[in-house]
C-alpha cells in the first residue's frame, strides 16, 4: 500500500513516464487512458496498475536519478555521472550544509538536497528570477523543498550565509568570486565548480593558484553505455561525453603565523649521518606507497 503524499513513476508499455506525488482520490490521464490513484496505492510499488482502456502500466518507487532526469527545465541541467562524482568529493551526506550558486532548473540542487537529509540544508543563490521560480517549483515538486534555502540574489555581492561545510560554483566566470568563498565555508571545505571549456578552466585554475586554496583537481567524465544482449555484446553507437569540466580545491584558511621551526632531535652518538650515496637511486614517486 502506497501512502499518500509519496512520490510514484508510472511506465507505459512503450517506455513513457510520468513521475507523480499520489493523492487520494486523484487521477493521472496517459495515452493510453485514465489511471485512478487509488488504484495505484492498493497495488503497490512493482506491480502493473491498468487504465481505464485496459493499458497496463508499471508502479515504482522512484530513484534519484529518476527524479534528476524528470526535471522541468529551461537550461541545461548537470548529468547525474558529475553529480554522483561530485557528492563524493564535496562530502554531501546528513547533516551537511552546503551552499550552491546556478541553481538553474535546480536539477543538481535536487541531488544535493536528496543527500543532505532533514538534518543538513541546501543553501542555493540564483540571480534570475525566472530560474529562482522554476527550481523552486521542481524541489516542491519532489518534497524536497524543506531541505532547501533560495536565494534570488547575485552573488557578485558576496554570500549571505558562512559556516558552509562544502560550496560549488556553476556561474560563468567563477574566478572573480572567490575571494568571497572564505567568508562563506569552513576552513578545509572542499570547493567545486563546472566550466565548459578549456579557457574558463585556465582562468579558474590561475585565480585558485593565487588564493588560499589546495588539493586542486580537474576532470571530465565520460560515460559510454553498451547493448544489454547476451548475444551481441558491445558498446552502444553513441555516448555521453563531454558535458563539462569539473575542478576542485579545499579552501585552507592562511596559517596566522609562520610556523617556528622546531630544534633537530638529538640522538644517540652512535648513529651514523646518512650520506647522498647511502639513498636508493631510484625513488619510488610521490603517492606509490601508502
Given at each position: 500500500m502506497i501512502e499518500p503524499g509519496q512520490l510514484i513513476l508510472l511506465i507505459s508499455h512503450k517506455g513513457k513516464r510520468y513521475l507523480r506525488k499520489l493523492?487520494?482520490?486523484?487521477?493521472v490521464h496517459t495515452h493510453d487512458g485514465k489511471l485512478l490513484m487509488d488504484d495505484i496505492a492498493e497495488v503497490g510499488f512493482g506491480q502493473y496498475v491498468q487504465t481505464h482502456l485496459g493499458k497496463a502500466y508499471l508502479v515504482l518507487k522512484p530513484t534519484l536519478h529518476d527524479l534528476i532526469k524528470g526535471v522541468k527545465r529551461q537550461t541545461q541541467i548537470?548529468?547525474?555521472k558529475e553529480i554522483g562524482y561530485l557528492m563524493m568529493k564535496l562530502g554531501i551526506g546528513p547533516g551537511s550544509t552546503v551552499i550552491e550558486s546556478g541553481t538553474g532548473s535546480g536539477g543538481l540542487t535536487t541531488a544535493l538536497a536528496w543527500f543532505v537529509g532533514d538534518t543538513g540544508k541546501v543553501i542555493t543563490y540564483e540571480r534570475r528570477a525566472d530560474f529562482f521560480k522554476l527550481a523552486g517549483k521542481n524541489l516542491e515538486r519532489v518534497g524536497l523543498s524543506h531541505r532547501v534555502e533560495q536565494v534570488n540574489q547575485n552573488i557578485e555581492d558576496g554570500f549571505l550565509h558562512s559556516g558552509a561545510d562544502?560550496?560549488?560554483l556553476d556561474v560563468r566566470t567563477p574566478w572573480e568570486y572567490l575571494h568571497s568563498i572564505p567568508s562563506a565555508v569552513i576552513p578545509g571545505a572542499m570547493c567545486g565548480f563546472l566550466l565548459p571549456t578549456v579557457n574558463q578552466v585556465s582562468d579558474l585554475l590561475r585565480g585558485?593558484?593565487?588564493g588560499p586554496?589546495?588539493?586542486l583537481e580537474v576532470l571530465e567524465i565520460l560515460v559510454r553505455r553498451w547493448k544489454p544482449v547476451a548475444d551481441?555484446?558491445?558498446?552502444?553507437?553513441?555516448?555521453?561525453?563531454?558535458?563539462g569540466f569539473l575542478v576542485f580545491a579545499r579552501y585552507m584558511e592562511p596559517p596566522a603565523g609562520k610556523p617556528r621551526p622546531e630544534a633537530a632531535a638529538e640522538g644517540p652518538d652512535d648513529v651514523p649521518a646518512i650520506e647522498a650515496e647511502d639513498l636508493p637511486d631510484d625513488p619510488a614517486p610521490d603517492g606509490d606507497e601508502f
Open positions: 493523492e487520494a482520490g486523484g487521477e548537470m548529468y547525474p562544502a560550496l560549488f585558485l593558484e593565487d586554496f589546495a588539493d551481441r555484446l558491445r558498446p552502444d553507437d553513441r555516448m555521453v561525453a563531454h558535458t
